[in-house]
Nanobody, 126 residues
Framework: EVQLVESGGGLVQVGGSLRLSCAASGFTFGDYAIGWFRQAPGKEREGVSCFSTGDGNIYYVDSVKGRFTISSDNAKNTVYLQMNSLKPGDTAVYYC???????????????????WGQGTQVTVSS
């Protein structure tokens, strides 16, 4: 059974940090790209970052560049999203998703992903 399980969300003050984890199971981790997406109330889902476990390509949406860092621990089949300097606009439910590809391109936000996690809430208070 394929599973993506997010964890690490919570309530943090402006300027604080959180590290989200996406633990994957049930598929060959190295054959997939893992993306982080978020959805705030009343807004469309937005791609935040993507990590191609096959070739190491990494992408970020402009609004998080320099603040968020995506990384992977292949031994643990886990992708992390380190979020620093958090802003109220980062408040959302964060989801990880997996797409079977060993190389992501710049259009990663528009891919159809094969699997999705259940989401973890991130709330940044001002």
């Amino acid at each position: 059974e394929v599973q993506l399980v997010e964890s690490g969300g919570g309530l943090v003050q402006v300027g604080g940090s959180l590290r989200l984890s996406c633990a994957a199971s049930g598929f060959t981790f190295g054959d997939y790209a893992i993306g982080w997406f978020r959805q705030a109330p009343g807004k469309e889902r937005e791609g935040v970052s993507c990590f191609s476990t096959g070739d190491g390509n990494i992408y970020y949406v402009d609004s998080v560049k320099g603040r968020f860092t995506i990384s992977s621990d292949n031994a643990k089949n886990t992708v992390y999203l380190q979020m620093n300097s958090l802003k109220p606009g980062d408040t959302a439910v964060y989801y990880c998703a997996a797409k079977q590809t060993q190389s992501v391109a710049a259009g990663w936000r528009n891919y159809e992903y094969d699997y999705w996690g259940q989401g973890t809430q991130v709330t940044v208070s001002s």
